[in-house]
């Protein structure tokens, strides 16, 4: 294995300290990584807690069960957090005390050029985040037409250039690495937003490669199965398709945002905000680590009475 390039853990004590009701309970860490966030949590469990570190890269859980060491409270778990309610033991159904999220892509992923993920590195054009997903960027380039390609970089990338940029793309077919899309789309936008544009496009590829908005909408759902009555789920999110998507099922249980009254007009959701404001880093931490800067922590809380 290439060796592991480590992802400082974005807004660790905040999360950490937000996630943790029980000492003694049960908690998950949907987005392993290198283990930063799960050997934080780990420290503040008692010796009856556990801790389910769920990942589809083989390289993250290999890099964290290195980092943690052999604690017998930690359980990696191979797969993707979307399907949370199959990966974990059906005993622990109902009992989870709290769901972390550090949502996006790590730091590893992208300075691997071998992964694909960024346009400052040549690379094969992969961008998948774990060996279970089907479709690579190379085919995402290649093989969709240009009304797919061009709502997948306006939607996904929220890139207003789409509708050139997928044209060019299609012409310039077949693109081999992440150099040459990188070519192709800065010979069509605004020089002045270059680096801007190369990262929206790269972004709506990754997210369509692996399914990420679908994946964060499934574990929200699965979430409530999962929870007991005010268990908590923490997410940190990147940009703002994922941190709607939290936003709005946080405050609703849903992901229209609106919440459903009973037939007297009360309100009622399976889930409620904790943070009623969101959460940001500190400037000391935005200048320690500036991959931070972007990042929102919304914090919510299983209700009584909420789905299981």
């Known amino acids: 294995m290439t060796s592991y390039i480590e992802h400082i853990p974005v807004l660790l004590q905040e999360s950490v300290e937000a996630l943790i009701t029980d000492k003694e309970g049960f908690y998950v860490d949907g987005t392993l990584g290198g283990g930063g966030h799960s050997k934080e949590i ?48 059906p005993q622990t ?22 992964r694909g993920f960024s346009f400052q ?59 040459e899309l990188r070519d192709v789309v800065s010979s069509v936008v605004n020089k002045r937003f270059e680096v801007k544009s ?26 409530l199965e999962v929870l007991k009555p005010g268990g908590r789920i923490v997410a940190i999110s990147y940009h703002s398709l994922e941190d709607r998507i939290a936003k709005r099922f946080f405050k609703a249980g849903n992901f229209k945002g609106k919440i459903e009254k009973d037939f007297y007009g009360n309100p009622i959701s399976p889930i409620k905000p904790v943070n009623k404001q969101v959460i940001t880093p500190t400037k000391e931490e935005v200048s320690v680590n500036p991959a931070s800067r972007s990042a929102k922590l919304r914090v919510a809380e299983k209700v009584e009475g909420g789905e299981s």
């Open 198 to 223: 190369l990262a929206r496009v790269f972004q709506g590829i990754r997210i369509e490669v692996n399914r990420e908005l679908e994946m964060l909408e499934n574990v929200m759902e699965h979430s």
């Open 121 to 179: 590195e040549d690379g094969p054009l992969d961008m998948r985040m774990g060996n279970l997903s089907g479709v690579s960027a190379y085919q995402v380039v290649n093989e969709y037409d240009y009304e797919k390609l061009r709502d997948i970089i306006f939607h996904y990338g929220e890139e207003k250039q789409s509708r050139k940029i997928a044209r060019e793309i299609i012409e310039a077919r077949p693109i081999e690495t992440t150099g």
């Open 93 to 114: 159904h109902g009992q989870i005390a709290g769901i972390l999220l550090d949502l996006g892509v790590s730091t590893h992923q992208i300075k691997e050029p071998e």
């Open 42 to 89: 780990l420290k503040h469990l008692g010796e009856n807690g556990r801790l389910y570190g769920i990942d589809q890269d083989d390289e993250a859980l290999e890099a964290a069960s290195a980092n943690i060491g052999d604690d017998p409270r930690f359980i990696p778990i191979k797969g993707n957090f979307g399907y949370l309610t199959t990966l974990l033991p």
